[in-house]
């Protein structure tokens, strides 16, 4: 089987403290808890960032002082989110891609996301695109409803990504795509060749579903952002001990875990750029 490429999501928008007091929230935090994740063997690092209060935010200069933060003690891919939070403005989403990260999200379709709308309307897709595309940045296709492959697929014919791209399948958030595997199926045989995958699965689901995507040969994201449990009732330690249960998993079922080097190869992004390693 090829490397499996584990992604550790952090901490999101919306996990707070409330919800597990383990949730990384400065610089320093997310930073300690990258180089955890990637020590257990996490080789991408999606990336959300918090203000001095502990919201959301996209602000430019705090993504640049975790992403120096982070590239200080380890060597994993940084994706930043162009997600950002619901209700930001396209203009404060995209702030991160002006770093030149070696990968940010691109979402590629409005979605309900619990009672709110997850707004992802196609000029602004396709602007988000250009950007990436203008910064030299490998966009990660979201994917939170079936129509986001062929959405994709139109910023292949009009020239703003290359082909093959890699996607990743969020499972469970209620409104987007249910976390069965049925539907992961459907998601995975709709894609175009040579495309590579990855499933995020919501709350109780990352675990049956990350199982599922080692076996087809996909890969796998985790993290307190999607699931701050680690067991029924039990609370995840923090972002490592989630990462190391589907590396173990891996290696039982023979599928070894990528490096960061070898997660650039599978994932056709360069090697890293001047001060990045």
């Known amino acids: 089987m ?3 490429i584990i992604t ?3 901490l999101g928008a919306e996990t707070t403290r409330k919800h597990n007091p383990n949730v990384p929230l400065t610089p320093e935090e997310i930073a300690h808890e990258a180089h955890q994740a990637w020590h257990a063997g996490a080789s991408v690092i999606h990336l959300h ?12 200069e705090v993504f640049a ?26 203009a404060e989403r995209l702030q991160p891609v002006t770093l030149a990260p070696e990968m940010a999200t691109l979402t590629c379709g409005t979605v309900n996301f619990g009672d709110e709308i997850f707004a992802n ?17 490998r966009p990660e296709i979201e994917v939170f409803d079936t129509g986001a492959v062929a959405t994709a697929g139109r910023l292949i014919s009009l020239g703003l990504v290359d082909g093959p791209l890699h996607y990743d399948f969020v499972m469970g958030v209620p409104g987007g795509v249910p976390p069965t595997v049925e539907h992961l199926l459907c998601l995975v045989r709709s894609l175009p060749p040579g495309s590579t995958w990855t499933v995020a699965g ?17 890969h796998v994201r985790v993290g307190l ?34 490096t960061p080097t070898e997660a650039r190869q599978i994932l056709r992004i360069p090697r890293p750029r001047k001060g990045d390693e």
């Open 8 to 10: 550790a999501a952090l």
């Open 225 to 258: 952002e999607d699931n701050v449990y680690y067991a029924r009732r039990e609370l995840a330690t923090g972002n490592a001990q989630l990462v190391e249960r589907i590396a173990r998993i891996a290696k039982e079922l023979g599928r070894p875990v990528a």
């Open 2 to 4: 090829a490397p499996l």
């Open 121 to 137: 309307p196609f000029p602004m897709i396709r602007e988000f695109a250009r950007e990436m595309q203008r910064h030299g940045v």
């Open 65 to 90: 002082e975790a992403i120096a933060l982070i590239r200080e003690r380890c060597d994993a891919i940084i994706q930043v989110s162009t997600g950002g939070a619901v209700g930001m403005t396209p």
């Open 49 to 60: 960032v918090r203000d001095s209060e502990g919201r959301p935010t996209q602000d430019r």
């Open 202 to 218: 919501i709350g109780r689901h990352q675990l049956p579903l990350a199982t599922v995507a080692i076996v087809l040969e996909g």
